[in-house]
């Protein structure tokens, strides 16, 4: 069975994480997300309108009705929480086919990102151009590839960075999931890349992942909070954060400490309309009423969401 909710594209990362805990509970495998970019939607055969998303997992006819259950209660909470305006409906649809547990992979298919970039899963098969860098990445059943358009934005501003005389030699990927900003970074021309995130499951893909792309020596994964980090004198050249806003905010501080003076920071995970509240409060120096720490280098936007690359052009304090 597919168990499906259309949600506003802001309340994807908290009922993402309710749906994953089905997943990790073995009651339920996978979580699609899908948006009006795809079209027409193979789930059901019904459009999306833009700033809405529908996330589905799947799950056995005999469980359906418990984890559908358990998914209310979770999105109700969601509502208490002032995370989501109001429970959306949970659909059902029959899977006609046994291979319900590989029904995901249909969603992932190979993308070009930028000039030189291109993402596949493993299933997929690709005859590559002399020049394409091409990372393999196996989304598992909680992660994309490089489908979602904050990750081909990051992975558009990671390129770009690297396309220069003196690329950085290390990056810092802070919420790392599926590990594929670390592992563009490292197959572009980075030396070494640190790979955070607060999930277990996020580290166990990320280090497949590199085995899968052969950068395995070069990469270094941490459940290390990124606010631990900035307590050392540890610094990066790049830092490269895909999160949703509230957290990048809450992130401001550890963000700052761990970029090296003159480094790039890029930032996505955010919503074309939130860029205005989010710059505000981002940018603002507590310390120096008319001054930021940052220099805006570029903005990059793909249908609803947007990416920040900044230039860290003060001391680290």
Known sequence: MRLSVLIPCSAE?????????????????????????????TTDGEPIDAGRLRLSTYTSPPEAEAVAATLRARLERLVALGLLDQAPEIRQ????????????????????????????????????????????????MAFGTGGHQTTQLCLTALERAFDCPSP?????????????????????????????????????????????????????VSLTPVFELARTDRIFPLVVANIISSTLLELKSAL????????????????????????TTFEHDPLEQNRSWLELERRDT???????????HREKR
């Not at 990362?13 to 795809?38: C, I, K, N, Y």
């Not at 086919?97 to 690709?126: A, I, N, Q, T």
């Not at 290390?170 to 995130?197: F, Q, T, W």
């Open 13 to 41: 990362e908290p009922v993402t994480a309710a749906f994953l805990q089905e997943e990790m509970a073995g009651r339920a495998t996978g979580v699609v997300v899908e948006d009006s970019h795809v079209g027409v939607l």
């Open 93 to 140: 649809a029959k899977v006609d086919d046994e291979d319900w547990r590989d029904r995901f992979k249909e969603f992932f298919d190979v993308v070009r990102v930028g000039h030189r970039l291109v993402v596949r899963p493993p299933w997929r098969s690709f005859t590559p151009e002399p020049e394409d860098i091409v990372l393999t990445i196996e989304p598992g």
């Open 168 to 220: 950085p030699r290390e990056i810092l990927d802070v919420g790392c999931g599926s590990g594929v900003l670390s592992i563009a970074a490292l197959c572009l021309a980075a030396e070494r890349a640190v790979a955070l995130d607060v999930d277990p499951a996020a580290l166990e893909a990320t280090e497949e992942n590199a085995v899968l792309n052969a950068v395995s020596s070069r990469l270094e």
């Open 256 to 279: 700052r400490a761990v970029v090296a003076p003159g480094g790039i920071i890029i930032l996505s995970g955010l919503l074309c309309q939130e860029e205005q509240e989010f710059r």
């Open 302 to 312: 793909m249908d609803e969401w947007l990416a920040l690359s900044y230039r860290c």
